[in-house]
């Protein structure tokens, strides 16, 4: 089981959880700003020297209140692999509709060469009104809306653009003509004759592994029709086993059987201390703060369903006992977060498993040490010995 590490990306907040302010009223500074991407680094370096395979940022825009800061992944991850010495490092996720996709293709390719494939390709469709529309992409009409045609319009654009790409990755000569986009255009004159293809420069020179976020059916299909890996999250254990089987079924229907865990990655919020006591008060203002961000946008619909509800209700916040008891959020000292982690790779097949340690409200150093306590007292529980060297499986300790 190879084990990442990922990060939401947001400036320090000391303030974080249920008693702080309101999501909406936050707003932070220039040097706010520059002092978390000061914190990204020494974090990333810090998982690179215990042993992390994969270091995964996020993309988001205009994110004045400080959650998720980072634009440009490939940017960042380019300059992450350049203090580093063997981690790699992946998009979670490049948000493709706001994208000129032959830009994300060789952004992403230029990056790959400059760090002897270091890097890992994530994409997604995207949620967030504010930085969609502002980048000239569609998604959703507003909190807690869908605008059909928008969602459509997406759907399809993003569908065109991966194959653009894909394309692009795998040819030394390509054109594309589709409804959104036609590489290269028609009619563009060049000396004496007229463009009829295209060549990606610089170009990956292996083959480039894409991974995906699986929050719907119909994504889910198209994940598993097109071979993407599809990275599942915010999911009770019972339900993530229905959606892996399912996803395997659909590998097969698409002429791709594979077995369960093949080309699924899961991402957990995780935490741990010596004593369980400890995890739950590290996790509690991270947790409750998120589900102050989130709730409104639907994002824990995800979850089972309340006592006495049937549906999940869209704007559902849970609490971190609630989180806990759906094991969505693992949280205690070194043999319960091992414990639960070995039964979903029991429960699932799981081969990749990506932990979220930077709970909100945690200080740069409780982030670097909840990275340095997974690995020496976690993962050894797990089987896997991890160090600067990498990570290699060896006979757990019965």
Known sequence: ?????????????????ASGPDATARRYGREDYATAYRDFVALSTVADEVGFDTFWYTEHHFQHEGYEVVPNQIL???????????????????????????RLAEDFAAADVLTGGRMRFGVGR??????????????ESGDNAMDASAEQANREQFAEAMAAIRLAFG?????????HFAFPPEGIPDRGGFVGDLTLVPNVTREVEIYQACTSPRTMDYVAEHGHIGVYTRQSPARLAQQWHKHAELTAKHGRPTEMGEEQMLVLHVNVAPTHEEAVALARPGHDELAKLLAPYGRFATYDPPAGMDVTPFDYAPTLEESMAQRIYVVGDFDEVAGQIAGYRELLGLRRLSVTMDALGLTPQQHQDQLRLFAAEVAPRLGIEMSGDGQRAFEAAA
């Open 126 to 139: 995207g949620t967030v009104p504010r930085e969609m529309q502002t980048l000239g992409a569609r998604i």
């Open 1 to 17: 089981m190879r084990i990442d590490t990922n990060i939401l990306g947001a400036v320090r907040m000391p303030d974080a959880g």
């Open 171 to 179: 040819q030394d000569r390509f054109s594309h003509r589709g409804k």
């Open 76 to 102: 960042l991850g380019l300059y992450s692999a350049a203090v580093t010495k063997r981690i790699s490092f992946g998009q979670m996720f490049n948000i493709v509709p706001q994208w000129n996709p032959l």
